[in-house]
């Protein structure tokens, strides 16, 4: 089967930085997505990568193992509009996402 | 309109009546897509269209057809409605199927009673 995992909530303080692991079980793998989704609100595109290595964009920067199904998302500079879920999504053989079921990240003052 | 648009924004429905949720994208995308989402389940795919003029079945197709004339419209249809599709559904497109990023609309909550 098709499996994708994340920590369910993590807390961190703001301006901290904080680490956001995935790791999936998938059919065929052609990238992964990060997105992040405000409560209420639609998601939005993060990071993608599909080869092994460190993805930076500003203070978010996305890593990708591919011979480990494994990813993270690194969030440097905490704000209090961090505070979101981030969800994690694969892209199988079939050229489909599989999400995650999100992780809801909880910023602190 | 910029982007991608759904209506309605939200509904009340009683059980056994026939719905059609809109989606409208402006981007010349030519994939687009029907999520549902439920609390601790994550974005769960209905039905997909890689190009107008076809359609899959995502991991929850039941109860639910799709359509795509064109490029730019997508609509869901719940042909009798049940409780267990209340839920928040997300269309999304994206320029082509799996490489490129999804842009989501704001999506529609819908309740079944």
């Known amino acids: 089967g098709q499996n994708i995992d994340q920590p369910t909530e993590m807390t961190a303080t703001e301006g901290a930085i904080v680490q956001i692991n995935c790791t999936y079980q998938t059919s065929g793998f052609n990238g992964l997505f990060w997105y992040q989704q405000h409560a209420g609100e639609a998601p939005t595109f993060l990071s993608y990568?599909?080869l092994d290595g460190l993805e930076e964009k500003g203070r978010f920067s996305s890593f990708l193992s591919r011979s480990k199904g494994y990813s993270y998302l690194l969030l440097k500079e905490l704000q209090m509009k961090d505070s979101a879920s981030y969800l994690c999504?694969?892209?199988?053989?079939?050229?489909?996402?599989?999400w995650g079921a999100g992780t809801k990240l909880i910023i602190k003052p | 309109i910029a982007g991608i648009t759904q209506a309605p924004t939200s509904q009340i429905l009683a059980a056994g009546r026939r719905m059609t949720l809109r989606c409208t994208q402006d981007?010349?995308?030519?994939?687009m897509y029907w999520y549902r989402q439920d609390l601790g389940l994550g974005l769960r795919l209905i039905h997909y269209?890689?190009?107008?003029?076809?359609?899959g079945k995502g991991e929850v197709p039941d109860g639910y057809s799709v359509s795509r004339a064109n490029t730019d419209d997508f609509p869901l249809t719940l042909a009798s409605a049940v409780p267990s599709q209340t839920s928040v559904y997300f269309c999304?497109?994206?320029?082509?199927?799996?490489?490129?990023?999804?842009?989501f609309g704001p999506g529609t909550r819908l309740t079944v009673l």
């Open positions: 999504a694969v892209t199988d053989s079939n050229y489909q996402l599989i």
């Open positions: 999304a497109s994206s320029r082509t199927s799996g490489k490129s990023e999804q842009f």
């Open positions: 269209s890689n190009t107008a003029g076809t359609t």
């Open positions: 981007m010349r995308h030519n994939a």
């Open positions: 990568n599909v």
